[in-house]
């Protein structure tokens, strides 16, 4: 009598295919962790896997897989910087949470929860000011040894890990505005403010490998754009813009607009559900232009995931109908919460059609009430 073989010899090409229907990179890590010989077929279909869909963090030590709608746990009690004190988490920024330590001697931490690795913060300026880690509204991780942010205002901050201080740009409203958001895009930081202007931090080496110097000189990139038609019937109830890297290496802004009600010109105006009065569109940065221009459509197999504090170019494989090429994702509290009695988890515009859709996973229904949520991509470290 044969015997069949045991689940420890799974071929390399059969635990791909396994791999390929595990959207969540914590079960991609439960699979490589049974034995030697599957943590070993992991890593040899590792680069052919399409990129694992981002987790939704829920505060703390909580997030939701959007994919199965299963609630995630990373334990970062055993993170050494985190024990013995309170720490209040604040963010998620790519594969990073932000944490500050209470009691004498509070910090502030980047923390990996994946790795453990940490980033130690400060919290004053260079001019010894104490700054507030909550209007951090992004932080970028540019390099294992430099990490910028959104102070305030027009503020851009930068540090070194480990730094005493943090070097900032100052703030000039009257004639940057209000930066909303902040990406890193061929190794120059960009700042977009509330009206789609687009400007370039500059960072300066420090001698003797001391704290970054944010520049004084910030570059005007994109001035106003003339109204658009559809916006010159009134005002829009909510607009939000976000700046995204796609995966093609272009300077993407998505703007969200929710129209009001009986809004001349829109095609959603009339409709009765209050999500359909959802617009979407997305312009890509012409740099040399000075302008933005519209796109009607992402590159091949792309998506884009965005937040306020962390936003992405993912392509997708076409594995779950729930999640597609050409759709923007967003979520739920960032902008449905206008839309609808309930918060849903996240909600998705599709570009080609314009379909509005808006998702509540079960079992978040758990962890209310939800003081933030931020997208999460879990980072390995190399």
Partial sequence: MDWPSPWSELPAELGGLILRLLL?????????????????????????????LPLLWLGRHTFLSPAGGELRRFRTDDVDVLRRMYPSSHGSFD??????????GSKCFLVNPLSGATIEMPLRLDDGARINIFPMRKIIVCSPDLVATILRGSSVAF??????????????????GSYVDVALHRGKLYALNDEGELFIHEVIAAAGGGTPKAS???????????PEKATRGGPLILTRRYLVESCA???????????????????????????????????EADLEGGRWT????????EALFVGRGCSK??????????????CVYVLGNDFFGYCNEVIPSYG???LGSGAVRHVVLDRMRLVWPVSGMEWFFPQEQA
Wanted: net charge positive; aromatic share 8%.
């Fill in 294 to 301: 519209e796109v009607d459509s992402l590159d091949n197999g």
């Fill in 24 to 52: 969540c990179h914590i079960d991609r890590l439960r699979f490589r962790s049974v034995c030697r010989q599957w943590r070993l077929a992991e890593r040899q279909q590792r680069r052919h896997l399409p990129p694992a």
């Fill in 95 to 104: 594969g990073w949470l932000l944490y500050q330590r209470y009691g004498e």
């Fill in 159 to 176: 540090c070194r890990p480990g730094a005493p201080s943090w070097s900032a740009c100052p703030s000039d409203d009257n004639g940057r």
């Fill in 348 to 350: 998705s515009y599709d």
């Fill in 313 to 326: 170019a993912v392509r997708l494989a076409g594995s779950d109908r729930r999640f597609q090429e050409n």
């Fill in 216 to 226: 004084h000189i910030v570059e005007h990139v994109i001035t106003p754009q003339p």
């Fill in 249 to 283: 290496d272009k300077l993407l802004m998505v703007k969200w607009m929710v129209i009001p009600d009986r809004y001349p010109g829109s095609r959603r105006a009339s409709s009765s559900n209050a999500a359909d009065r959802v617009e979407l569109k997305v312009f």
